[in-house]
């Protein structure tokens, strides 16, 4: 498997993972555990295991595969390479309705967004396929999509799925302790809330994806395929911004952001009245400020 390739480098991570878990002088199972271990096959592992001996974290005579270091933060590939080609043109594809402000009716060319995006024509063709199961946008003829709207009705139905998978998500950080990776997952993002409130007159503009992030972190959590692929278009929708009415973006990402902040700092403090009562306040919140902020009918 080569190293340019996001699955190997999402591959070696894990090993570097596993030989800081084993600790330094321990010695590493056979390829075919190996194998075994990290669903792969004993080709890559082979790949994995001399990249590690190239960067003198293991030696590797014969059967022998002795930790010789832990691995430090610099061995490690960035996120970003870990992720594959499909995952990057999702996040190019939101950058680009965003960024480009498009209102309905806007055409959609799979020909500009293989050159915007550096993609196959396969793999964006295959993305917006899936994408168009929401509805948003729609196939035409000639390999162009048009990216429609969507009515209020619509816009209470999705919420009111929303706040059943987030009653869910809610229920399932209430049932973990103070230890759970759930936790310190959440824990992990108050200084990002923290700079984002602290700074808000230049960092407003960055809080949707914050938001994103912050709602992922919990529903995940659920292990859920139904609800992963359902809160791909509630984020779609939230982060809409050609549709938002932008005269009070920055107190409406203020006043979210301190929300955020509140439940993180009542899962910290292990509050779970605390936890429940600011997590409900602000999908309560969140449902009136969809429904106010969405410039219907293309009204600003």
């Known amino acids: ?24 002088d321990s010695l590493l199972p056979s390829e075919v555990e190996l194998s ?3 669903k792969i096959s004993r080709t890559t592992v082979r790949a994995v295991l001399t990249h590690l001996v190239e960067n003198d974290i293991i030696s590797w005579q014969g059967r022998k595969k002795n930790i010789l270091r832990l691995p430090k933060k610099t061995d490690y590939f960035a996120h970003a390479e870990t992720i594959s080609k499909s995952e990057t043109v999702e996040t190019q594809f939101m950058e680009y309705i965003l ?9 959609i060319r799979e020909s500009e967004l293989v050159r ?8 964006v063709r295959e993305f917006l ?21 969507f009515t209020r ?18 229920k399932n950080l209430l049932s973990q302790d103070s230890t759970s990776k759930l936790h310190q997952n959440l824990l992990d993002l108050e200084k990002d809330h923290l700079k984002i409130i602290d700074d808000i007159e230049t960092e407003y503009l960055n809080f949707p994806r914050l938001d994103e992030r912050f709602h992922r972190v919990i529903v995940s959590d659920l292990k859920n395929r139904f609800i992963d692929d359902f809160f791909e278009l509630v984020s779609v929708i939230f982060h809409y911004h050609y549709r938002w009415n932008k005269r009070d973006e920055k107190e409406r990402n203020f006043n979210a952001a301190h929300q955020h902040l509140a439940i993180i700092q009542a899962v ?4 779970h009245e605390k936890i429940i009562s600011t997590f409900e306040h602000h999908i309560a919140d969140a449902r009136l400020t969809l429904l106010n902020s969405i410039a219907w009918d293309n009204k600003e």
Do not use: Q
């Open 1 to 24: 498997m080569s190293r340019d390739n996001s699955m190997y480098k999402e591959i070696f991570n894990l090993g570097l993972d596993y030989v800081k878990s084993l600790g330094i």
């Open 36 to 38: 075994k271990k990290w």
């Open 99 to 107: 960024g480009g402000d498009l209102k309905p009716g806007a055409i």
């Open 116 to 123: 915007e995006f550096g993609a196959s024509t396969s793999v």
């Open 129 to 149: 396929n899936l994408f168009s199961r929401f509805g948003l946008i729609e196939k035409k003829p000639n390999r162009h999509w048009v990216l429609r709207g």
């Open 153 to 170: 009705e619509f816009a209470v139905e999705l919420f009111d799925m929303r706040e059943m998978f987030e009653d869910r998500a809610l």
């Open 268 to 271: 910290k403090a292990d509050d």
